[in-house]
């Protein structure tokens, strides 16, 4: 079965940079692109940006462009969303999501950035 | 970018209820729209992709139509699990864009 696992809560100091993991498992990994999504608390879905696994290909949405870097890692099946000059509105859950269409989602990851 | 504009925000609604939300896109997207359920503290579930096909293992009181730029989610007979919120999501074009979520609470 499908498995999308993710990295465990952060706490970050604004300025810092945030790495987030997702390891796939229960399919072939270099198959279906892999998005990242966040929530901020008691907000909506908010598209952050797209990775190939195959070619490592990435497309951001704008609000992010500069400060998000998606990579994945083909040996352990895992993709990561690095996100760097924290500020306190990038507090959310960030979530990983399998095409097609956000079909299966980790289990999310709370990054607070507080002083 | 294109805009999806999920209507209404919030609703009441009673057991038993048909329920209809509606998103509309601000650019054809031909059926690239699915439509999630969030409950309180977990994560969203895909209920609804291709416009109108029903994922598996979700109940068959929801249905989903539409193509362009009109889409509806309608939930024929409410159920006390229901209670959630409710979003949209057109993958047509990056980059992707969710409506803002409708609220359908307990009257």
């Known amino acids: 079965q499908v498995q999308l696992v993710q990295s465990g809560a952060e706490v970050k100091k604004p300025g810092a940079s945030v790495k987030v993991s997702c390891k796939a498992s229960g399919y072939t990994f270099t198959s279906y692109y892999m998005h990242w999504v966040r929530q901020a608390p008691g907000q909506g879905l908010e598209w952050m940006g797209v990775?190939?696994?195959?070619?490592?290909?990435?497309s951001y949405a704008q609000k992010f462009q500069g400060r998000v870097t998606m990579t994945r890692d083909t040996s352990t099946t895992t993709v990561y969303m690095e996100l760097s000059s924290l500020r306190s509105e990038d507090t959310a859950v960030y979530y990983c999501?399998?095409?097609?269409?956000?079909?299966?989602w980790g289990q999310g990851t709370l990054v607070t950035v507080s002083s | 970018d294109i805009q999806m504009t999920q209507s209404p925000s919030a609703m009441s609604a009673s057991v038993g209820d048909r329920v209809t939300i509606t998103c509309r896109a601000s650019?054809?997207?031909?059926?690239?729209l699915a439509w999630f359920q969030q409950k309180p503290g977990k994560v969203p579930k895909r209920l609804i992709y291709?416009?109108?096909s029903l994922q598996s293992g979700v109940p068959s009181r929801f249905s989903g139509s539409g193509s362009g730029t009109e889409f509806t989610l309608t939930i024929s007979s409410l159920q006390p699990e229901d209670f959630a919120t409710y979003y949209c999501?057109?993958?047509?074009?990056?980059?992707?864009?969710f409506g803002q979520g409708t609220k359908v609470e307990i009257k």
């Open positions: 999501a399998r095409e097609p269409s956000a079909v299966f």
């Open positions: 291709a416009s109108s």
């Open positions: 650019q054809g997207i031909s059926n690239y």
């Open positions: 990775i190939n696994p195959s070619g490592g290909g990435t």
């Open positions: 999501l057109q993958h047509n074009s990056y980059p992707w864009t």
